[in-house]
């Protein structure tokens, strides 16, 4: 169905003229403003609200003049007055309330989260609120701690062009200090110290920069610090400064450098660790090894080494620890060399290496695929006379498992027990783990029992190895049970656990499951993978649970999904090709209705979803609004459109569309050329088909089976066998295999003519290819028989189509009925047991099959047959075994 309203994601529209009502409320609340100086309201009796309006007399009188009141208030709108009726009640905001966002119009603009009077009074030509105005609000909701509000009303008066005082930001600055929000406190304290007499004082700065260093907020740590009295260049324009130029003591530099640390940023380290370095700052060693720590967990060995070289530079001695940190670096790129080379040098620095140390190299080798090695370092630390722990045990047991080595993880566990140590949970997991990349999971289940024997608990991250490994094997319910289990062993489930369960249960085509787990997922405020709702959400669209689909879809975007528009095409698509045209515009529209902009390839979707049900109008309009929004339709558009029109309107019309394409700069390719070829073959227009295929060839196209296919079956359809032999060696002669569909087609050429002996060795030729003939292939060799009075041959193919596993159709009972209709004599034994046999299998007979069992056997017998059948002429029903072999 085409849906001829707008697709268009509406925002609210502002208008001055809101009703009657709405501009008498406003207009009286302007004048109520105006009479006050717009400095604010009076102050109302304590514990009561005051309203204003409340006790107007039924009809007031408003002046225009009152819009644009006084020199510099706008432009005047007239001298006229306007006769209004009494208005709504209009609140004191600063006495009920109306600061706040509460019934706030929500317009995605500066006006977001602002009370609906004040949009109302903004809508009126000439009304400008002042500093005072805006100062009046902002300082109420600081005042009651509403940071936000106080933001949201600051926000409207920066776009309105009214800048906000010091004492005001000062306050704000505050208010956010409270609040914990530094980003927002840093800011107010730039704006407030452009205001004299406003800015924060030192020791406010200061603490605020400390709460920022524990916090790892390197952005307000910045600002802060600049505040503090440095220069406003950032922190990259003063590296490289003479010392003297930046001030900065040392409590404070190891504070930024703490920042840095703790957030992770290690460029913004670098920076600010010379910056101290030119303002003669000397860092510590621990500074450098905290430094190369933080570079060292995200695997950047290279800034660790930066690190390590500048603390050479600034005269610091380097102890194992630093080396060991570059080791766990090396570790984590997955290379064992550099490991290696930082090994070699600390033993040339003097350095004596520690278990840690050997338990790192260890690690290294095991991420590096080199089981070996790892062995080799394990027992390099066996002969420093080192007393191994179960950490580098473990360390040895993962080198294994990454391998999926299950005889040597166990191998190793067994060794760590034998030596008097006490496995770990993390022990356990990882040799459960390598049971998993085995693929041994009764061997993960008895080492999971062992773990439990051992009295020690297993934790989140056992059930994910548990569930992700029997989700990789497809057994969605072994999936289930692990994590039941994990439920009945007190470990609550986590994100990565619910996802696995989820996806499982999906791919499974178990969508209760899934059903019943994402509600508990939402229920216990999971934060579940946007992709693999997205799967779900996909997955249940292509098993056409459309209800399930867009319910999941719906809820996810409540949960705090933000789906992608590809997510959305993806559904499209899906109905497309479920030839669902009107479900495809409903996620179009839902695309608008979600606040997204739909692209090329969701428009693209909707239009082959209008080909699929031949609406040509529907196409075209969703191809016209494609360019409406702004969009450049490309190729697939095109192509997408001329099938649509030519299934619908036929082959002229596609041919306009071919022209579109080309005048818009497109060449065609392979499915435009093919998309013609078909509509032609399918309008019975094969001199077009030919010259079709003849324009693909001389555009340099290479024609595939799918552009040959239409043109055998067209020649077939003509009963011109030769011509569709002609087009089938043609497609051989290219190299090409043709599909089933075009052996079919020539079969059939060749029935319709009586070549039989062709005919069955053609469907020889199918099976030969390694393809499977169809319903259709045996009922094209069949029915040839029939034509021909051959109802032994055809009776033979029918056992032949059954043996095969095909079953047997209405049409295939029909055509032996035929058979036996042109039977001299008259097959009527055969007849009657083809329809037992028919009712017998559950195919129902048609009109067809009526009338050739009428016309072999005679109207009494029908009806006497289908009597002693007990049902009506048109209802299968159990019958008896048919006595003719069929081939048997």
């Given at each position: 169905?085409?849906?001829?309203?707008?697709?268009?994601?509406?925002?609210?529209?502002?208008?001055?003229?809101?009703?009657?009502?709405?501009?008498?409320?406003?207009?009286?609340?302007?004048?109520?403003?105006?009479?006050?100086?717009?400095?604010?309201?009076?102050?109302?009796?304590?514990?009561?609200?005051?309203?204003?309006?409340?006790?107007?007399?039924?009809?007031?009188?408003?002046?225009?003049?009152?819009?644009?009141?006084?020199?510099?208030?706008?432009?005047?709108?007239?001298?006229?007055?306007?006769?209004?009726?009494?208005?709504?009640?209009?609140?004191?905001?600063?006495?009920a309330g109306d600061w706040e966002e509460g019934g706030g119009v929500h317009t995605g603009s500066r006006d977001e989260g602002l009370p609906r009077w004040f949009l109302e009074l903004s809508s009126i030509s000439g009304f400008e609120p002042d500093l005072s105005f805006y100062s009046k609000f902002i300082v109420e909701a600081a005042k009651k701690g509403d940071l936000r509000a106080a933001q949201r009303w600051l926000q409207n008066a920066e776009g309105a062009g009214v800048s906000p005082d010091g004492d005001t930001l000062k306050l704000l600055f505050q208010t956010a200090t409270k609040a914990g929000e530094l980003a927002s406190a840093a800011r107010y304290a730039v704006k407030a110290a452009a205001h004299s007499g406003a800015e924060p004082s030192s020791a406010e700065l200061t603490e605020l920069l400390s709460r920022a260093a524990a916090e790892g907020n390197l952005a307000a740590a910045e600002i802060l610090f600049e505040q503090l009295g440095n220069n406003n260049r950032s922190v990259f324009e003063k590296v490289g400064v003479r010392s003297g130029e930046v001030h900065m003591d040392p409590a404070t530099h190891a504070t930024l450098l703490g920042v840095c640390v703790k957030s992770g940023d290690l460029e913004a380290a670098e920076g600010w660790l010379r910056v101290g370095i030119a303002a003669g700052i000397k860092p510590s060693g621990v500074n450098f090894v905290e430094l190369m720590n933080a570079a060292a967990e995200q695997g950047n060995l290279s800034m660790a080494e930066v690190f390590f070289e500048q603390g050479v530079a600034a005269g610091v001695r380097h102890k194992l620890v630093a080396y060991n940190i570059l080791?766990?670096?090396?570790?984590?790129?997955?290379?064992?060399?550099?490991?290696?080379?930082?090994?070699?040098?600390?033993?040339?620095?003097?350095?004596?290496?520690?278990?840690?140390?050997?338990?790192?190299?260890?690690?290294?080798?095991?991420?590096?695929?080199?089981?070996?090695?790892?062995?080799?370092?394990?027992?390099?630390?066996?002969?420093?006379?080192?007393?191994?722990?179960?950490?580098?045990?473990?360390?040895?047991?993962?080198?294994?498992?990454?391998?999926?080595?299950?005889?040597?993880?166990?191998?190793?566990?067994?060794?760590?027990?034998?030596?008097?140590?006490?496995?770990?949970?993390?022990?356990?997991?990882?040799?459960?783990?390598?049971?998993?990349?085995?693929?041994?999971?009764?061997?993960?289940?008895?080492?999971?029992?062992?773990?439990?024997?051992?009295?020690?608990?297993?934790?989140?991250?056992?059930?994910?190895?548990?569930?992700?490994?029997?989700?990789?094997?497809?057994?969605?319910?072994?999936?289930?049970?692990?994590?039941?289990?994990?439920?009945?062993?007190?470990?609550?489930?986590?994100?990565?656990?619910?996802?696995?369960?989820?996806?499982?249960?999906?791919?499974?085509?178990?969508?209760?499951?899934?059903?019943?787990?994402?509600?508990?997922?939402?229920?216990?405020?999971?934060?579940?993978?946007?992709?693999?709702?997205?799967?779900?959400?996909?997955?249940?669209?292509?098993?056409?649970?459309?209800?399930?689909?867009?319910?999941?879809?719906?809820?996810?975007?409540?949960?705090?999904?933000?789906?992608?528009?590809?997510?959305?095409?993806?559904?499209?698509?899906?109905?497309?090709?479920?030839?669902?045209?009107?479900?495809?515009?409903?996620?179009?529209?839902?695309?608008?209705?979600?606040?997204?902009?739909?692209?090329?390839?969701?428009?693209?979707?909707?239009?082959?979803?209008?080909?699929?049900?031949?609406?040509?109008?529907?196409?075209?309009?969703?191809?016209?609004?494609?360019?409406?929004?702004?969009?450049?339709?490309?190729?697939?558009?095109?192509?997408?459109?001329?099938?649509?029109?030519?299934?619908?309107?036929?082959?002229?019309?596609?041919?306009?569309?071919?022209?579109?394409?080309?005048?818009?700069?497109?060449?065609?390719?392979?499915?435009?050329?093919?998309?013609?070829?078909?509509?032609?073959?399918?309008?019975?227009?094969?001199?077009?088909?030919?010259?079709?295929?003849?324009?693909?060839?001389?555009?340099?196209?290479?024609?595939?089976?799918?552009?040959?296919?239409?043109?055998?079956?067209?020649?077939?359809?003509?009963?011109?066998?030769?011509?569709?032999?002609?087009?089938?060696?043609?497609?051989?002669?290219?190299?090409?295999?043709?599909?089933?569909?075009?052996?079919?087609?020539?079969?059939?050429?060749?029935?319709?003519?009586?070549?039989?002996?062709?005919?069955?060795?053609?469907?020889?030729?199918?099976?030969?290819?390694?393809?499977?003939?169809?319903?259709?292939?045996?009922?094209?060799?069949?029915?040839?028989?029939?034509?021909?009075?051959?109802?032994?041959?055809?009776?033979?193919?029918?056992?032949?189509?059954?043996?095969?596993?095909?079953?047997?159709?209405?049409?295939?009972?029909?055509?032996?009925?035929?058979?036996?209709?042109?039977?001299?004599?008259?097959?009527?034994?055969?007849?009657?047991?083809?329809?037992?046999?028919?009712?017998?299998?559950?195919?129902?007979?048609?009109?067809?099959?009526?009338?050739?069992?009428?016309?072999?056997?005679?109207?009494?017998?029908?009806?006497?047959?289908?009597?002693?059948?007990?049902?009506?002429?048109?209802?299968?029903?159990?019958?008896?075994?048919?006595?003719?072999?069929?081939?048997?």
């Amino acid at each position: 169905m085409l849906s001829t309203a707008p697709r268009r994601h509406a925002g609210p529209a502002r208008s001055q003229s809101r009703g009657l009502l709405h501009i008498a409320a406003a207009a009286a609340a302007v004048a109520i403003l105006l009479s006050r100086n717009a400095v604010g309201f009076a102050s109302p009796s304590p514990g009561r609200p005051q309203v204003l309006g409340l006790n107007r007399p039924r009809e007031i009188r408003v002046s225009a003049h009152a819009f644009g009141a006084g020199p510099g208030r706008g432009r005047r709108i007239g001298d006229f007055d306007i006769s209004l009726p009494l208005p709504r009640p209009i609140h004191d905001p600063s006495a009920a309330g109306d600061w706040e966002e509460g019934g706030g119009v929500h317009t995605g603009s500066r006006d977001e989260g602002l009370p609906r009077w004040f949009l109302e009074l903004s809508s009126i030509s000439g009304f400008e609120p002042d500093l005072s105005f805006y100062s009046k609000f902002i300082v109420e909701a600081a005042k009651k701690g509403d940071l936000r509000a106080a933001q949201r009303w600051l926000q409207n008066a920066e776009g309105a062009g009214v800048s906000p005082d010091g004492d005001t930001l000062k306050l704000l600055f505050q208010t956010a200090t409270k609040a914990g929000e530094l980003a927002s406190a840093a800011r107010y304290a730039v704006k407030a110290a452009a205001h004299s007499g406003a800015e924060p004082s030192s020791a406010e700065l200061t603490e605020l920069l400390s709460r920022a260093a524990a916090e790892g907020n390197l952005a307000a740590a910045e600002i802060l610090f600049e505040q503090l009295g440095n220069n406003n260049r950032s922190v990259f324009e003063k590296v490289g400064v003479r010392s003297g130029e930046v001030h900065m003591d040392p409590a404070t530099h190891a504070t930024l450098l703490g920042v840095c640390v703790k957030s992770g940023d290690l460029e913004a380290a670098e920076g600010w660790l010379r910056v101290g370095i030119a303002a003669g700052i000397k860092p510590s060693g621990v500074n450098f090894v905290e430094l190369m720590n933080a570079a060292a967990e995200q695997g950047n060995l290279s800034m660790a080494e930066v690190f390590f070289e500048q603390g050479v530079a600034a005269g610091v001695r380097h102890k194992l620890v630093a080396y060991n940190i570059l080791i766990k670096a090396a570790s984590k790129t997955g290379h064992l060399e550099p490991a290696k080379h930082w090994f070699q040098k600390a033993c040339a620095d003097g350095m004596r290496p520690s278990l840690v140390t050997y338990t790192s190299l260890v690690t290294a080798a095991a991420r590096a695929g080199d089981l070996p090695a790892a062995e080799g370092w394990f027992l390099k630390a066996q002969q420093a006379g080192l007393t191994l722990d179960i950490v580098i045990y473990t360390a040895l047991i993962d080198a294994a498992a990454r391998q999926g080595n299950l005889q040597t993880a166990e191998h190793w566990f067994e060794q760590a027990v034998s030596e008097g140590l006490h496995p770990t949970v993390v022990t356990f997991n990882t040799v459960i783990s390598t049971a998993m990349k085995a693929a041994d999971s009764g061997a993960a289940d008895r080492w999971f029992k062992r773990c439990q024997s051992a009295g020690v608990k297993p934790n989140v991250k056992t059930f994910e190895i548990l569930m992700s490994g029997t989700a990789r094997s497809g057994d969605s319910i072994a999936v289930e049970r692990w994590f039941q289990t994990a439920n009945a062993t007190g470990v609550k489930a986590d994100a990565m656990m619910f996802n696995t369960l989820l996806g499982a249960s999906v791919r499974a085509g178990n969508f209760e499951v899934a059903r019943h787990w994402f509600d508990r997922a939402l229920l216990d405020h999971v934060q579940l993978d946007q992709g693999i709702v997205a799967t779900m959400v996909i997955s249940a669209a292509k098993k056409e649970q459309r209800g399930l689909s867009k319910s999941w879809l719906e809820q996810g975007r409540v949960a705090g999904l933000n789906f992608s528009i590809a997510t959305y095409t993806v559904l499209a698509e899906t109905a497309s090709r479920q030839s669902r045209l009107t479900e495809a515009e409903d996620w179009l529209q839902i695309v608008f209705d979600h606040g997204l902009s739909p692209e090329v390839a969701t428009y693209n979707a909707v239009i082959s979803a209008a080909g699929r049900v031949q609406n040509a109008s529907a196409a075209v309009h969703w191809y016209e609004e494609c360019v409406e929004q702004g969009l450049k339709p490309d190729l697939q558009t095109f192509n997408s459109v001329i099938n649509a029109a030519g299934r619908g309107l036929g082959l002229r019309s596609a041919e306009r569309w071919f022209a579109k394409a080309m005048e818009a700069g497109h060449l065609p390719d392979l499915v435009t050329f093919t998309t013609l070829v078909g509509i032609a073959a399918q309008t019975n227009d094969l001199q077009s088909a030919e010259g079709w295929f003849q324009a693909a060839v001389e555009a340099g196209i290479q024609p595939d089976v799918v552009m040959y296919t239409p043109l055998i079956v067209a020649a077939a359809r003509e009963g011109n066998a030769d011509l569709a032999e002609q087009w089938f060696d043609g497609a051989l002669g290219a190299g090409l295999l043709p599909d089933v569909v075009a052996y079919t087609a020539l079969l059939e050429a060749h029935a319709r003519s009586g070549n039989m002996v062709r005919a069955e060795a053609l469907f020889q030729q199918i099976q030969g290819a390694a393809l499977t003939p169809g319903p259709e292939s045996f009922s094209a060799v069949i029915n040839g028989h029939a034509r021909l009075g051959d109802i032994d041959a055809a009776a033979r193919w029918f056992g032949e189509m059954e043996r095969k596993g095909v079953v047997a159709t209405a049409v295939q009972y029909n055509q032996l009925l035929k058979a036996c209709a042109r039977a001299k004599p008259r097959e009527a034994a055969f007849a009657e047991d083809l329809f037992r046999r028919m009712l017998e299998r559950g195919v129902a007979p048609t009109k067809g099959t009526m009338e050739a069992l009428k016309w072999v056997v005679g109207g009494e017998r029908v009806s006497a047959l289908c009597n002693k059948a007990g049902a009506g002429p048109h209802m299968a029903v159990a019958g008896v075994s048919a006595r003719r072999s069929y081939g048997r």
